[in-house]
Nanobody, 125 residues
């Protein structure tokens, strides 16, 4: 099972930026079809939603609500996936969690069983 550790959350004013990091153990990547990492977020009282995903080859997906503001990237040498968040809005406030899963040929992301512990992002107005 892939182990994931997030960091980089915090409190920021609206319009500000944060960069989240998700460090992954490399021991099981490629096994069981795992070929992508995604960021999810969950705000109080709301369902968890997919924010962005990136495949091993670098193909990305974004939720419509973050397109043009968030950028997902990966450093394969460091086994780390980043989420650069710019122009943050109060509605971006949530616990952000990374997940190791599968990006299918259709472009859809299918979450796996490996989740990080989450990092809180709070955007004040």
């Amino acid at each position: 099972q892939v182990q994931l550790v997030e960091s980089g959350g915090g409190l920021v004013q609206a319009g500000g930026s944060l960069r989240l990091s998700c460090s992954a153990s490399a021991s099981n990547f490629g096994i069981f079809g795992i070929n992508a990492v995604a960021w999810y977020r969950q705000a109080p009282g709301k369902q968890r939603e997919l924010v962005a995903a990136i495949s091993i080859g670098g193909t990305t997906n974004y939720a419509d609500s973050v397109k043009g503001r968030f950028t997902i990237s990966r450093d394969n040498a460091k086994n780390t996936v980043y989420l650069q968040m710019n122009s943050l809005k109060p509605e971006d406030t949530a616990v952000y969690t990374c997940n190791a899963g599968v990006r299918g040929n259709s472009g859809n992301y299918y979450p796996g069983n490996s989740w990080g512990q989450g990092t809180q992002v709070t955007v004040s107005s």
